[in-house]
């Protein structure tokens, strides 16, 4: 039996609907740039012919479960809400074909990615990794994951509502990459294994949020993410 020097953290994971028990989590990856109108919000214009997808990742200890409360990070004055579609995996492969990239999936949840948007840019402009504006402790915030075995998504409303009024609305159907295309891609990087969470990329309407506000959102006919924010810690 293995002895630590301290005793370590719970490992990460997820809620899954209907049931009290919990999905371990391996790996978060993020889709950068996966809707056009998004994009062009942050100065880029993407052409899927000649264009390729592009991830960054979180460590899973920044997983925060729906419905949680997060102080306001610090070094920062531009905390910005990222509304995506969550894929969860089920089953592993490299280099997986296309048309069985369907296979790995498990089921879809509600997320948000949550970010410094100044370090971030700063940090972008100066050709640096984005580490500090988007490896943020609790900013991969997650619903309830509902079970889909195999099933893709090709359309759905996804909206985020901050304090009730709708800051994020658009439509899974504009993805420019879709989730069998993503987990074929990443395929060809990484040896993919079931609990790896994919976050697939936000609509336009990303901005900050202050102390105080609520943020609400969902996915339809997946579920929803719910976020309040709190004065610093």
């Avoid at 002895?3 to 209907?18: C, F, K, N």
């Avoid at 995506?84 to 509600?110: D, K, M, N, S, T």
């Avoid at 915030?141 to 079970?147: F, S, T, Y």
């Avoid at 658009?170 to 879709?178: C, F, N, T």
Wanted: proline letters at 8%; glycine letters at 10%; a negative charge.
């Amino acid at each position: 039996m293995t002895r630590y020097l301290w005793t370590p953290a719970e490992p990460a994971s997820l809620a899954v609907h209907g049931t009290a028990e919990r999905l371990p989590v391996h790996r978060l990856f993020f889709v950068g740039r996966n809707y056009h109108a998004h994009a062009q919000e942050m100065g880029v214009t993407i052409d899927k012919a000649t264009a390729q997808p592009f991830y960054f990742t979180k460590s899973p200890v920044h997983l925060l479960d729906s419905g949680a409360t997060q102080p306001y990070p610090p070094e920062t004055q531009n905390y910005h809400h990222e509304m995506e579609l969550v894929v969860v995996l089920g089953r592993g492969g490299f280099q997986v074909p296309l048309q069985r990239a369907p296979e790995l999936i498990y089921g879809y949840a509600a997320g948000l990615d949550m970010t410094r948007r100044d370090v971030q840019l700063r940090l972008r402009d100066k050709g640096h990794p984005w580490c500090l504006g988007k490896d943020v402790e609790g900013s991969a915030v997650c619903g309830a994951v509902r079970p889909m075995p195999g099933q893709v998504l090709q359309q759905g409303e996804i909206v985020l509502e901050v304090n009730g009024a709708v800051r994020q609305r658009a439509d899974l159907s504009q993805l420019i990459w879709s989730v069998p295309e993503l987990i074929a891609d990443l395929s060809r990087y990484y040896h993919l294994q079931p609990g790896d969470v994919i976050y697939t990329g936000t609509p336009e309407g990303v901005g900050p949020v202050q102390p105080g506000d609520r943020l609400q959102g969902r996915v339809a006919g997946i579920g929803e993410v719910d976020l309040t924010i709190a004065a610093p810690a």
